[in-house]
């Protein structure tokens, strides 16, 4: 399983959101390239960087900030955020994106979507983020009459990389409810699945490797809290694989 540190990029500064409200973010006092270069330091093999202000505006926002990033570590990053039509998508595989991330334009535009797949085989990876079971888009402000499940499977055959799920009210919510969630979208589908925002704890790594397919796993709250280390998250990640009965 993939540890992916989270890089959330607002107005330049490292934030998360709490329950995927742009209200009232955390910020951290680390700017986002040292942030990169840290978790690169501490083993991780893959960068997750998000361009919050391009979620809740569509486009480039923070463009020089993540060039940056992806320019300075040797690992791939992976970008998200505000990438809504092929010329953004071409601008950030042009400059070194390893993957992009698809949200809200996934779930609008599957044309797009199929499009983007074919021109970078491999390469396109799509976020849903529900919330009460509904998927979200434009910035978790509008809730879809789609679950997860239902637009992940109606992707199956497009050629996506990896399906990046997240449960937004896993903050405050019993964490079994969400690891149900992930479970059975990870049994549903064939595309790999990427959790996210669920972990907390090396408890919540080791319940996530245990669940059939669960590629990988997307960590920044417990990270910048210093809940879980990047060197613990990974030997947790890198033990071999069983599969729990409770699951």
């Known amino acids: 399983m993939i540890i992916y540190p989270d890089i959330e990029v607002k107005d330049g500064k490292c934030v998360i ?4 409200s742009f209200d009232d973010p955390k910020v951290y006092d680390i700017e986002p390239l040292a942030a990169a270069k840290r978790f690169e330091a501490s083993g991780a093999e893959y960068l997750h960087v998000v361009d919050l202000d391009g979620v809740l505006q569509g486009g480039r926002h923070n463009a020089e900030t993540i060039v940056e990033i992806i320019e300075t ?15 953004t998508a071409d601008w950030w595989m042009e400059h070194g994106a390893a993957r992009i991330v698809l949200g ?9 979507v199929r499009n983007a797949c074919a021109r970078y ?34 992707l199956a055959d497009s050629g996506v990389a990896a399906i990046v799920f997240t449960d937004i009210d896993a903050q405050e919510g019993p964490k079994e409810a969400t690891f149900a969630e992930t479970s059975a979208l990870g049994q549903e589908i064939a595309i790999p699945l990427i959790s996210s925002g669920c972990v907390q704890s090396l408890d919540d790594v080791s319940v996530l490797r245990h669940i059939p397919g669960i590629h990988g796993t997307i960590i920044g709250w417990a990270f910048y809290e210093r809940w879980v280390s990047v060197r613990a998250a990974l ?6 694989a069983t599969e729990a009965e409770f699951i």
């Open 73 to 87: 570590v040797s690992i791939p990053v992976q970008v998200g955020g505000g990438i809504r039509t092929m010329a």
């Open 121 to 154: 085989p491999g390469k396109v990876v799509v976020s849903l983020d529900a919330r009460d079971g509904y998927v979200m888009v434009d910035g978790w402000r509008e809730q879809t009459g789609f679950t997860a499940s239902e637009i992940a499977k109606d």
């Open 104 to 112: 809200t334009a996934a779930i609008k535009d599957r044309t797009f």
């Open 17 to 20: 959101l709490r329950r995927g």
């Open 235 to 240: 030997a947790v990640a890198r033990e071999p």
